[in-house]
């Protein structure tokens, strides 16, 4: 979006006049997908059909379809897919020890299929990696809060105890490709320095 200019699309478009093709009646694209985006954090978690959402909206359907395709190019349903996946990201990180069903479930992904799959696509790490890392990371920190003293923070090995295999799966991770956005580097950054860094689109 261009600064200064609240009207603009990604492309740098102006968004405020409607397209001739416009459904009838569709207001501010801008502001349909808002609205949706809001729709989406308070219920990402329970079952959404869409086009029960966009009555809910006091839109048509094809109003909503007409604004996400104008704004984000792609379809309401994925970009709610995208956002659960964001929110399974954070919860596992946050909460490692709270296992991969339950976190699925409260992200609202209980009934999407091959959520592992991607989940990997979408972030370029498998799933169970993921969340063995992220319990790793969680021990590490323990770890150091429990024995502040420096002595305690030096390893002698990669495969002598816990710390070192932690510290050998983050490297191995670190060196795994990736054609994604939401790189490992940014995981890792969020996970072990506890920095907030979040994907760019995660509304509070």
Known sequence: MIP???TCGPAGDDV??????????????????ADALHYFGQHFGEPIQIPTMAESLGISL???NFSFDRIRKVAPVQVLLQYRLNKLFVALTDQP???LGRAIRACGLAETTGVLAQFEQEFGIAMPLFLLTCRRAADDRL???QHPEAEA???SGAGGNAQGQALAATEDLRRRPSGS???FSNWRCRSL???TLQPSWILP
């Open 4 to 6: 200064g200019c609240e």
């Open 62 to 64: 094809d109003c909503l």
């Open 193 to 195: 320095c506890r920095e």
């Open 153 to 155: 923070l030096v390893v």
């Open 181 to 183: 956005i939401h790189s």
């Open 16 to 33: 405020s006049q409607l397209d001739r093709s416009a459904p009838s009646g569709c207001g501010s694209p801008l502001q349909v997908v």
């Open 143 to 145: 770890f150091r809060l």
């Open 97 to 99: 020890r709270q296992g």
